[in-house]
């Protein structure tokens, strides 16, 4: 069964960037889309960034990260990225990435449609 790693988490001042990282030990990810989502206290999980399988579709984000927020590939390294830049302390949430159960899927941002998840990691945006 497909397992999902995020890393890159951590506490940072208003302004400044982080990288987070999912990976999926032992498997592919090259024929599944990803998708990031996040939840901060009180509020629901929300979709912030996908990326559909490695053909060169067009990634979607979340209106309040456009322009902030980069989903990328890393097909060599089976790894897929969200490089977040310009972070405010509305961005403190646990980030998660997911997978949706069928191969070759379009990216969506609705979690109703992912059925593989990491464990989260936490981004804390602070001064």
């Known amino acids: 069964q497909l397992q999902l790693v995020e890393s890159g988490g951590g506490l940072v001042q208003p302004g400044g960037s982080l990288r987070l990282s999912c990976a999926a030990p032992?498997?592919?990810?090259?024929?599944?889309?990803i998708g990031w989502f996040r939840q901060a206290p009180g509020k629901e999980r929300e979709g912030v960034a996908c990326v559909s399988t490695s053909d060169g579709s067009p990634a979607y984000y979340t209106d309040s990260v456009k322009g902030r927020f980069t989903i990328s590939r890393d097909n060599p390294k089976n790894t897929v990225y969200l490089h977040m830049n310009s972070l405010e302390p509305e961005d403190t949430a646990v980030y998660y990435c997911?997978?949706?159960?069928?191969?070759?899927?379009?990216?969506?941002?609705?979690?109703?449609?992912?059925?593989?998840w990491g464990q989260g990691t936490q981004v804390t945006v602070s001064s």
């Open positions: 032992g498997f592919s990810l090259d024929y599944y889309a």
């Open positions: 997911a997978a949706p159960g069928l191969l070759f899927s379009r990216c969506v941002l609705d979690s109703n449609d992912y059925d593989y």
